[in-house]
């Protein structure tokens, strides 16, 4: 961080963690090149991890049997201070070892809290995890750093 005057709070990022429902995940794919992929998550208050969930293979999977590093960038939506075109936008960018979730409990709450930052209907939930859960692979991010910072567009 090199602007330290526009950096937030760990409480700040969190927030926005908790609050965001899509960021942009990165691993390192093919060749060493960056991969990433818009996705939603979840944040868990409880142990402090990211958690995702996709197909059980696929590009995203190969890169993170790979290699465990990996980030993790959202941002909010912004306001405009009274009168000014400029928008002003909070990101936060988390840095940490990724994994497959193997569990399979742990990998329900994870299907199950995600749903829930879109819908509390119980139905549509339920009809998911009975057609699709067998399909799914849950990934979890443990943070070791992260960061976030209010930028000005102007």
Not at 60 to 79: L, P, R, W
Not at 92 to 97: A, H, L
Not at 120 to 129: N, T
Request: with cysteine.
């Amino acid at each position: 961080m090199r602007r330290f005057k526009q950096q937030v709070s760990d409480a700040e990022c969190i927030d926005i963690l908790k609050n965001t429902k899509r960021g942009v995940l990165s691993v390192i794919g093919d060749d060493g090149y960056p991969y990433g992929i818009p996705i939603n998550h979840y944040y868990c208050e409880e142990d402090g991890k990211l958690y995702f969930h996709g197909a059980k293979a696929g590009h995203k999977i190969d890169a993170i049997k790979a290699c465990d590093k990996a980030s993790y960038c959202v941002h909010n939506d912004g306001f405009c201070k009274e009168g000014d075109w400029a928008l002003n936008i909070t990101s936060v960018i988390t840095f940490g070892r990724i994994h497959l979730v193997e569990d399979e409990e742990v990998a329900l709450k994870i299907c199950s809290e995600l749903t829930k930052k879109f819908t509390d209907d119980q139905a549509y939930l339920e009809k998911e995890i009975k057609n699709s859960f067998k399909n799914v692979q849950c990934i979890e991010l443990v943070p070791e750093h992260m960061t976030g910072k209010l930028v000005n567009e102007s």
